[in-house]
């Protein structure tokens, strides 16, 4: 049988266990932009810990990486990044929620569940980018789009959210798929052990 | 008084049929070196994990039977509870560092600052851990610095600082080099004189033969024997079980060195003793 | 490998507990959003400027202004082109008209950009992580989080350096790291997979060990490290919080 997460998707699992994986998440982060970068790819793939967090340990905890590695990126690369924090929380919650209810059960699943991804990510960002710089996001092929759009006369805001999807949608789509992969490979004691956490002992 | 009571100790994993521990049962007095040998897959790590209440805290699972340890009910007990009188410290090195501190002296603080213990108190226990398991020299150095032998005894320091009555260690030698070995078996014979029960899960027979007071030899998850060295060693039925036997003793035997009480040495001294008494008879 | 940006160091600044400079940054990025004008976004940044000049690590905050002065430009070169109250044209290249009040618009995100960069590096250059993780923790923050922030610090350099390591290993079998983008996509799992996988297994025994030492326990935590807050640091409060005062008179009382 495959590995699949069980149990209540709200249920907390603030265990030791699901506190250690969140700096392992956010190392994950961390790993695949730099190997990402490495490759020159044209994709960041900084939210694979977040993703897999999620996976693994449901919601809460998904959400909790995404915000640590937030503040950690905000206070050691680029001060930027602390604003994004929501957009994380909301990566690690929908994938949290989506994978505990049957969402990476299969591999065209696990697509729709990437699509999903994508658009939440556009989808809270784009308030931020408003607020903090008229809609721009700072990413020349995103912004290029932005200048054309706006440039037309269409509305800040949905030109601001395209400048944005433009950037999330592949990004990501091979996020949910990469960390599904490596999920997949997991043993299946050790997902076991990250979602019945906190259920509880039986007596013989 | 007894410090471990352990009565028909069953337990079975999560998801799993068979029981990872099925009937254990032995007592353990202050001061005693207790060695647990067996094949892979015995249950030597699940019944270290036992004693401290990990199993089935940790892992939930099913279990039955008694634990005990300095008084305390392990199953009615947490985790963070036993860790204040039985320590347990593992295999790996690495992953036994908190990987929260930057320096050795942090490091031994880390579970007294989650215990609450005041800070004098705590610079005492300090120091007096890294004094007994010799890593003065390295106080202000990072944890990760340290060559495996010095990690493992740091992780020692780190249990004993919490000052519990019982120590229990996981194939703590297992990635050690000879010096390594050699630094961890010298700390524990030492914290045995001073009144520490320890519980050493092992491969190293030939060092437990020569250490430890009993052996408690599991396969499978029962208890096969539980008793002296000499006495387990020569039972017919834990070498045929494919439990590993001190190189001394597969010696004598193959030699038909018998001692009086019809055991057979386990240490080296032991055999040099009846080879010379042999020669001398003849 | 060190992960922060943590310059030491024995300034005013340095020596102020961290608290305080938690409040300076917070004010400091309240007061960017308070005062939008150019004049008032300008004063703020000298005032930054000044605080991390006195604490000596203007050097290292250069390096980071560099960093992200491409969005900058972005900034001004988007908002001169095509923001919607443009009017007055100001500068011609060829087809391109940039406007006035873009540039002005563009021109005041960037100082918004530099003011939010330059109160954030306050704690980030001046505040050694792990006495900042303290002293939340010391006020009530959950120590569980603590850890986590902690641990964070630490586990990321050594999984860079792992990873590093196994790009290199894969690259000598035979793994295309250049050619097409297919190809450098398809390398991204095998140098990525066994990082990830490894360390996740190894959360398990990380986490028994550090439930051994009673990390789970309920109680508060003590702490090895004595805290020590400067004589000076109260002053340095108030005129923190005078300034925010400042800020909101200005903005509602006298328009700035």
Same mark, same amino acid.
């Given at each position: ?146 200048? &054309? ?15 944005? &999807? ?39 | ?39 892979? /897959?015995?249950?030597?790590?699940? /019944? ?63 579970? /007294? ?16 851990? /890294? ?152 | ?20 400079? #938690? ?103 001046? !505040? ?46 035979? #793994? ?26 190894? !959360? ?29 640091? !109260? ?22």
């Amino acid at each position: 049988m495959a590995a699949e997460p069980q149990g209540n998707p709200w249920a907390l699992r603030f265990t030791t266990l699901t506190i250690v994986l969140i700096p392992v998440a956010v190392g994950i982060n961390y790993v695949g932009k730099l190997i990402a970068a490495g490759l020159k790819l044209p994709l960041w793939l900084d939210s694979i810990g977040t993703v897999l967090a999620g996976m693994l340990a449901g919601p809460w905890v998904g959400a909790l990486s995404g915000a640590v590695n937030n503040i950690i990126f905000g206070l050691t690369a680029d001060p930027i990044s602390f604003w994004y924090l929501i957009t994380s929380i909301a990566i690690g919650l929908v994938v949290g929620y989506l994978a505990f209810t049957g969402w990476i059960s299969s591999f065209g699943r696990v697509v729709v569940l990437g699509l999903i991804v994508a658009g939440v990510a556009a989808v809270v960002s784009t308030p931020i980018n408003v607020i903090l710089w008229e809609g721009q996001t700072g990413n020349v092929w995103g912004d290029a789009l932005y200048t &054309a759009l706006v440039g037309r006369g269409w509305p800040i805001w949905l030109a601001s959210f395209l400048d944005e &999807a433009v950037v999330d949608l592949p990004d990501k789509l091979a996020t949910v798929i990469v960390s599904y992969l490596i999920f997949k490979a997991l043993p299946e004691r050790l997902v076991g052990l990250f979602s019945g956490s906190r259920s509880e002992v039986e007596s013989l | 008084m007894a410090v471990i009571e352990v009565e028909n100790l069953r337990y079975r994993y999560p998801r799993q049929e068979r029981l990872a521990l099925d009937g254990i049962t032995f007592t353990v007095e202050p001061g005693e070196f207790i060695g647990v040998i067996g094949p892979n /897959l015995a249950g030597k790590s699940t /019944l270290c994990q036992a004693l401290v209440g990990l199993v089935p805290h940790f892992y939930k699972g099913a279990i039955g039977g008694q634990v005990r340890v300095a008084g305390l009910d392990v199953h009615r007990s947490t985790v963070a509870e036993v860790s204040r009188r039985a320590g347990l410290v593992f295999q790996n090195p690495f992953t036994q560092i908190s990987g929260a501190k930057l320096t050795v002296y942090e490091e031994v603080a880390f579970g /007294l600052e989650h215990a609450g213990v005041p800070r004098e108190e705590m610079r005492r226990r300090i120091d007096e851990a /890294l004094r007994l398991l010799g890593l003065e020299a390295v106080k202000d150095q990072s944890p990760f610095a340290l060559s495996g032998g010095q990690m493992q005894r740091l992780a020692i320091a780190s249990v004993l600082a919490m000052e519990p009555e019982v120590l229990i260690l996981d194939e703590p030698t297992s990635q050690l080099d000879p010096a390594g070995t050699e630094e961890v078996f010298e700390a524990v014979t030492a914290l045995c004189r001073r009144g520490m029960a320890v519980v050493m899960a092992e491969h190293k027979v030939d060092r437990l033969a020569e250490h430890a007071d009993r052996i408690l030899v599991l396969h499978q998850g029962r208890q096969i024997a539980y008793g002296p060295p000499r006495q387990v060693f020569a039972r017919e039925n834990v070498a045929a079980l494919g439990v590993a036997v001190p190189a001394v003793t597969q010696a004598a035997k193959a030699l038909g060195w018998v001692l009086e009480d019809g055991t057979y040495p386990v240490t080296l001294a032991e055999a040099v003793a009846v080879g010379q008494a042999r020669r001398g008879g003849r | 490998m060190r992960l922060s940006l943590y310059v030491p160091g024995d300034t005013w600044v340095h020596r102020l507990d961290p608290m305080t400079k #938690l409040l300076m940054t917070v004010v400091g990025i309240g007061l960017t959003f308070l005062l939008p004008s150019l004049q008032g976004g300008t004063l703020l940044l000298v005032l930054l400027l000044a605080v991390l000049g006195s604490a000596g690590v203007l050097h290292r905050a250069a390096a980071v202004y560099v960093g992200v002065a491409i969005v900058a430009g972005t900034f001004l070169v988007v908002q001169g082109l095509v923001y919607p109250g443009n009017a007055v044209p100001a500068l011609t290249l060829g087809p391109i008209v940039f406007y006035r009040e873009g540039l002005l618009v563009g021109l005041r995100l960037a100082l918004r950009l530099y003011n939010i960069l330059s109160a954030t590096l306050i704690l980030v250059l001046v !505040t050694h992580p792990s006495d900042l993780v303290e002293a939340v923790v010391r006020r009530g923050a959950s120590p569980r989080l603590g850890y986590v922030i902690m641990a964070v610090l630490q586990v990321i350099p050594t999984m860079m350096a792992t990873a590093s390591t196994i790009m290199d290993a894969q690259r000598s079998r035979g #793994l295309e790291t250049e050619g097409s983008l297919w190809v450098r996509l398809k390398a991204f799992v095998p140098v990525m997979g066994p990082l990830v996988t490894g360390s996740l297994i190894a !959360t398990e025994e990380r986490a028994l060990a550090l439930e051994v030492r009673g990390f789970s326990g309920e109680g508060r935590p003590t702490f090895l490290k004595e805290e020590v807050i400067p004589p000076y640091a !109260t002053a340095a409060r108030l005129v923190t919080v005078a300034a925010l005062a400042a800020g909101i008179a200005g903005r509602w009382l006298l328009g700035w």
